[in-house]
């Protein structure tokens, strides 16, 4: 094998330079620049932060470029890069009932404080191509909405302030990290949600939809979806208080689910809950029905024996990077296995031709 390696040495630079090439493309065709890749594909950059666990738009940008537009291979490049950095100081929860939205909606009540705000979103729009585009001519501006003073108060607190839903009881205890330690079953919620958040959208999109087509029980509303900036802090032992260190981009989703109530709890509306880096409506909504379906136990549920409800099952599959790494691998030289399951199937075929009566039962 060391042999195969070694005399591949030139084969695998020469690929290494093709790909660079093929990364190109045409030259005479404009280059792509990180800071275009980074505004005007903006999606597909907050997708690479959420699942690679590090925010940062520039770096994703330029993983989205070398990746050739993978974003499962930027995700890669992200978190291969994040093990290099160091760990300067952890920052306190951000306070997302604080956040400055640029898009806030409730499918539950229509005239809730502070108002829908529908900010910028594909939901209204026809889905046809629009050519406009393809000219590359000046975009209109668009109007500029008002700011809002008036406060957003969470929908859900409606509901609490009558005990229509689960209360949500504030822990001191500091969650597992997922980006250090390996996950392990089996798992509470704090970590449950880590791993949705790092998980492919596509896989945890699909586990969403299964319970919507009745594989999980519970019939979901939209409580709230919020995109906007929060601010970050960071406590300062010197100060003895926090500071603000900077401003990120989130989704946040709370969904309102149907309970029938069950031995130990009344019947009410319980929650899910999703929350993304960047505008990721889809990945947080998805995020929500996933995790009120993976709480089916500590809600006195009985387990109906779907896929979103394992989780084990879910979350040991929601990782795009092992799951490309596992399948990716067999790609790779695999000679002597092969060659030992050939002799296999030659021996019985073999035996098979000399004693038919006996190969058959065999």
């Known amino acids: 094998m060391y042999v195969a390696v070694k005399g591949g040495e030139r084969a695998i630079e020469n690929a290494h330079a093709w790909l660079a090439e093929e990364r190109r493309g045409d030259p005479s065709v404009a280059e792509l620049s990180v800071a275009q890749i980074r505004e005007q594909l903006a999606l597909a950059v907050n997708r690479v932060m959420a699942e690679g666990s590090l925010y940062d738009p520039d770096l994703a940008a330029l993983a989205i ?7 499962i291979e930027a995700i890669f490049l992200i978190r291969a890069y994040r093990t290099t950095l160091p760990r300067l100081g952890t920052s306190v929860p951000v306070d997302t009932g ?17 108002g829908q705000v529908l900010g910028p979103t594909f939901d209204y729009t026809h889905r046809l191509l629009d050519f406009m585009l393809a000219a590359e001519g000046k975009m209109t501006p668009a109007p500029q909405a008002e700011p809002r003073d008036e406060p957003m108060p969470r929908i859900t607190g409606f509901l609490n302030r009558d005990g229509l839903i689960e209360e949500e009881a504030p822990s001191d205890e500091t969650p597992p990290d997922l980006t250090r330690e390996p996950l392990e079953f089996p798992a509470n919620r704090a970590l449950r949600l880590q791993a949705l958040t790092r998980g492919d959208e596509g896989f945890v999109l699909g586990m969403a939809y299964s319970t919507q087509r009745g594989y999980g029980r519970n019939h979901p509303f939209v409580g709230e979806l919020r995109v906007g900036t929060v601010s970050v802090e960071m406590e300062i032992p010197e100060l003895g208080f926090a500071v603000a260190i900077g401003e990120i981009a989130l989704t946040e989703c709370e969904t309102v689910n149907q309970f029938k109530g069950s031995k130990t709890e009344p019947a009410q509306f319980t929650r899910g809950y999703g929350l993304a880096f960047g505008h990721s409506e889809r990945k947080a909504i998805s995020m929500a029905l996933v995790d009120r379906a993976l709480r089916w136990e500590e809600l006195g549920e009985d387990n109906a024996g779907v896929p979103a409800q394992d989780a084990e099952f879910v979350l040991s599959h929601a990782d795009n990077i092992q799951a490309s790494g596992f399948l990716e691998h ?9 060659q030992s399951e050939l002799e296999l199937v030659r021996r019985i075929r073999a035996g098979a031709a000399a004693d038919p009566v006996r190969g058959a039962a065999e």
């Open 65 to 71: 470029k070398q990746a050739r537009g993978d974003l």
């Open 98 to 114: 604080a956040m400055a939205c640029d898009r806030r909606i409730s499918a539950t009540f229509k005239d809730a404080p502070g």
């Open 330 to 338: 067999i790609k790779l030289p695999h000679y002597v296995d092969f």
